[in-house]
T-cell receptor, first 111, second 117 residues
Framework: GNSVTQMEGPVTLSEEAFLTINCTYTATGYPSLFWYVQYPGEGLQLLLKATKADDKGSNKGFEATYRKETTSFHLEKGSVQVSDSAVYFCALTGGSYIPTFGRGTSLIVHP | GAVVSQHPSWVICKSGTSVKIECRSLDFQATTMFWYRQFPKQSLMLMATSNEGSKATYEQGVEKDKFLINHASLTLSTLTVTSAHPEDSSFYIC?????????????FGPGTRLTVL
């Protein structure tokens, strides 16, 4: 079946540092890949997505590239802000219509 | 983008009572919605898949008689926690797909915080 593996958190950074959150997946066929963000006490919001190999999703300074050869979809941001502190979920849909989520990675950004 | 609402955003109830949570897709139709449960600092746990006009599909270990799901229309699914107990206290989240099929983007409701006293 499908699976998503994210790096363990929390990830703690200083403001303006470079961010990478690793995500790898296992899936049959050609899944669509997503990053969602969850701020404290809220539901999940779609951050970005990519629907085919080599696509790059981007939003709010975050980027992730769909790498089929390495089955990865790593999230990056060049300069994080305190307001980026949240939990980030990598996810995929494909094959089955039921979405598959990673366990989430908590990001803490200090001033 | 697509918007999903949940109501109520939080609820406190006494042990033994039932609580209904609504999930609505506001600007699109959703034949399928998903219900999740999230414990503090933990990932999402898929509880069930809600299908419009048919019975919900529950994940292994989820009591279907305790967590009643009704998907009465293309824009509304409800989750009723029956005879709630303190261990049912949690953050419940719903999502709905945008209808693209296997590559659906999921849009999430803001969640409902349930506290059972």
């Amino acid at each position: 079946g499908n699976s998503v593996t994210q790096m363990e958190g929390p990830v703690t950074l200083s403001e303006e540092a470079f961010l990478t959150i690793n995500c790898t997946y296992t899936a049959t066929g050609y899944p669509s890949l997503f990053w969602y963000v969850q701020y404290p006490g809220e539901g999940l919001q779609l951050l970005l997505k990519a629907t085919k190999a080599d696509d790059k999703g981007s939003n709010k300074g975050f980027e992730a590239t769909y790498r089929k050869e390495t089955t990865s979809f790593h999230l990056e941001k060049g300069s994080v802000q305190v307001s980026d502190s949240a939990v980030y979920f990598c996810a995929l849909t494909g094959g089955s219509y039921i979405p598959t989520f990673g366990r989430g990675t908590s990001l803490i950004v200090h001033p | 983008g697509a918007v999903v609402s949940q109501h109520p955003s939080w609820v406190i109830c006494k042990s033994g009572t039932s609580v209904k949570i609504e999930c609505r897709s506001l600007d699109f139709q959703a034949t399928t919605m998903f219900w999740y449960r999230q414990f503090p600092k933990q990932s999402l746990m898929l509880m069930a898949t809600s299908n419009e006009g048919s019975k919900a599909t529950y994940e292994q270990g989820v009591e279907k008689d305790k967590f009643l799901i009704n998907h009465a229309s293309l824009t509304l699914s409800t989750l009723t926690v029956t005879s709630a107990h303190p261990e049912d206290s949690s953050f419940y989240i719903c999502s709905a797909g945008d209808g693209q099929g296997a590559g659906d983007t999921q849009y999430f409701g803001p969640g409902t915080r349930l506290t059972v006293l």
